[in-house]
């Protein structure tokens, strides 16, 4: 069968370029000059981004060129999986490049991926993580995304990480070292202070690949990298960084981003470590716990409601994370409560209209997008410590219709859940009103004019008589629809 012309050239361009890799290849596996290995490299750099034309380069025999000029030895190989660095700027330059192909084949190729995972890959990007020798912050950057790339895409590699390597550990110390972090306690972070100057750029490029690496590897029971004491550490040090700050506000956003989406895999009992170190003058306190963390995460589940887009990516984390942080720690629902829910005083105007928390989080409760919707009811239903009588109070049945039919809890009741016994207390305002609250919309609503208040005598008659009439007509229609039957 003949092939369209088009199709014609474009498997005739593949295979050029396929066989242009399978030359470069041949050159950077021959003893041959930095300044042409690192010349042959951005070109298959470049190349590598096309999936069509990986094959050559996703073999075992490419990878394994690809993985000696990136000075990382197969774990295979036995002895240490990490070759001399680099010792000039030329030298550097190719290891940066050799790295950058990986990634990039890695991310294209499932049979690079598999590659990836026979000759253990994983193993020498550790070793090089471990070493922490001072060197090119492209070197660094690049490891720990090839190291995320590979703990993404590879389950086994995963959970080798995990158990042999050792690596929520390893990270955790790339962490520290990255972020310069001074311990002064056993889950305590000496605070940045006011005046701390934001994360140098490269650094927090760092970070951030070392955050999304240990999202990986923490998607899994954890357990036998150290236990609650190592977990307990990644949440101290993610409290640290939400309260720093970096170049840029959107920088700040992402830094923060990645720290929530990382506490949303830790065990729930870890996350007293965000509230439990001592309180500071100028500093967030509720019933003697520093709650600056908490503060943060709200602030930054306000911002995200406030873009109005990306909900589902953007901020179910931080409202999951807020959920069950409030779930399990009394004081940081009790807390956020005072923040979201403060005690009623305006109940003339729906609880959707307006712009604080409270109302932004009711006017989600009717999203379109189910997970988010789900998940601001979820949210406001726990700080009302999973009563539906305290929910309705803030919300009205209209806006909690969905949660509780999904819980079976139309009737009224309670969540499964146990809370403490503190009572909430009502405002005169509230108590005041309460009888005349409309309990479907939430709020008092103006009496409605009486709309035969004006009519005549024969206007009463005649839309009587239209009434009827209407009757009469639907009921005929409901006869001759039984005959048929």
């Given at each position: 069968?003949?092939?369209?012309?088009?199709?014609?050239?474009?498997?005739?361009?593949?295979?050029?370029?396929?066989?242009?890799?399978?030359?470069?290849?041949?050159?950077?596996?021959?003893?041959?000059?930095?300044?042409?290995?690192?010349?042959?490299?951005?070109?298959?750099?470049?190349?590598?981004?096309?999936?069509?034309?990986?094959?050559p380069v996703g073999t075992r025999e490419g990878m394994l060129v690809l993985a000696g000029l990136a000075r990382l030895q197969s774990g295979e190989e036995g002895g240490d999986s990490l070759q001399e660095d680099a010792q000039t700027e030329e030298e550097e330059r190719v290891v940066v490049e050799a790295l950058k192909c990986l990634c990039n084949v890695v991310f294209n190729s499932v049979a690079a991926q598999q590659v990836g995972a026979d000759?253990?890959?994983?193993?020498?990007?550790?070793?090089?993580?471990?070493?922490?020798?001072?060197?090119?912050?492209?070197?660094?950057?690049?490891?720990?995304?090839?190291?995320?790339?590979?703990?993404?895409?590879?389950?086994?590699?995963?959970?080798?990480?995990?158990?042999?390597?050792?690596?929520?550990?390893?990270?955790?110390?790339?962490?520290?070292?990255?972020?310069?972090?001074?311990?002064v306690g056993p889950y305590?972070?000496?605070?940045?202070?006011?005046?701390?100057?934001?994360?140098?750029?490269?650094?927090?490029?760092?970070?951030?690949?070392?955050?999304?690496?240990?999202f990986n590897l923490t998607l899994s029971d954890t357990s036998?990298?150290?236990?609650?004491?190592?977990?307990?550490?990644?949440?101290?040090?993610?409290?640290?960084?939400?309260?720093?700050?970096?170049?840029?506000?959107?920088?700040?956003?992402?830094?923060?981003?990645?720290?929530?989406?990382?506490?949303?895999?830790?065990?729930?009992?870890?996350?007293?470590?965000?509230?439990?170190?001592?309180?500071?003058g100028g500093q967030e306190e509720y019933s003697g716990k520093n709650m600056d963390a908490v503060q943060v995460l709200l602030d930054f589940m306000e911002k995200r409601i406030d873009k109005g887009a990306n909900y589902k990516e953007g901020l179910t984390p931080v409202l999951s994370l807020l959920t069950e942080g409030?779930?399990?720690?009394?004081?940081?629902?009790?807390?956020?409560?005072?923040?979201?829910?403060?005690?009623?005083?305006?109940?003339?105007?729906?609880?959707e209209i307006g712009s604080t928390v409270r109302n932004k989080l009711v006017r989600l409760m009717t999203h379109v997008d189910m997970g988010v919707k789900q998940s601001a009811a979820e949210f406001l239903f726990v700080l009302c410590k999973e009563s539906v009588d305290h929910l309705l109070k803030y919300t009205g049945y209209g806006n909690a219709a969905g949660l509780l039919v999904?819980?079976?809890?139309?009737?009224?009741?309670?969540?499964?859940?146990?809370?403490?016994?503190?009572?909430?207390s009502d405002t005169e305002e509230y108590k005041s009103a309460k009888p005349f609250i409309n309990p479907i919309t939430g709020h008092v609503e103006e009496p409605m004019p009486n709309p035969i208040e004006d009519m005549t005598e024969e206007q009463k008659e005649y839309e009587a008589q239209k009434l009827v009439n209407m009757f009469d007509k639907l009921s005929s229609k409901q006869n001759l629809a039984l005959l048929r039957e």
């Open positions: 069968m003949l092939l369209p012309p088009v199709c014609f050239m474009m498997n005739q361009s593949s295979l050029t370029v396929q066989r242009l890799c399978q030359g470069l290849l041949t050159v950077l596996g021959r003893q041959v000059g930095s300044c042409c290995q690192s010349t042959c490299l951005e070109t298959l750099r470049i190349l590598s981004r096309d999936k069509r034309v990986l094959g000759v253990q890959l994983a193993r020498g990007l550790c070793a090089r993580l471990h070493a922490a020798r001072a060197g090119c912050h492209e070197v660094g950057l690049f490891s720990l995304r090839l190291l995320f790339l590979l703990s993404a895409l590879r389950p086994d590699v995963r959970g080798g990480l995990q158990r042999e390597l050792h690596a929520v550990g390893l990270l955790t110390e790339v962490l520290e070292r990255t972020l310069d972090l001074r311990w305590e972070v000496a605070h940045p202070g006011l005046q701390a100057l934001p994360i140098p750029a490269e650094d927090n490029e760092r970070a951030m690949e070392a955050l999304k690496a240990l036998d990298e150290g236990g609650d004491h190592q977990l307990r550490l990644v949440t101290a040090i993610m409290r640290h960084l939400l309260m720093l700050k970096t170049q840029t506000e959107d920088k700040t956003e992402e830094a923060h981003s990645h720290a929530i989406n990382l506490l949303s895999n830790l065990p729930v009992s870890c996350l007293d470590v965000l509230i439990d170190l001592p309180v500071q409030s779930r399990y720690h009394r004081e940081i629902r009790r807390y956020i409560k005072t923040q979201v829910l403060p005690p009623l005083k305006e109940v003339k105007v729906r609880p999904a819980r079976g809890l139309l009737a009224g009741g309670r969540g499964e859940t146990l809370y403490s016994d503190d009572e909430d």
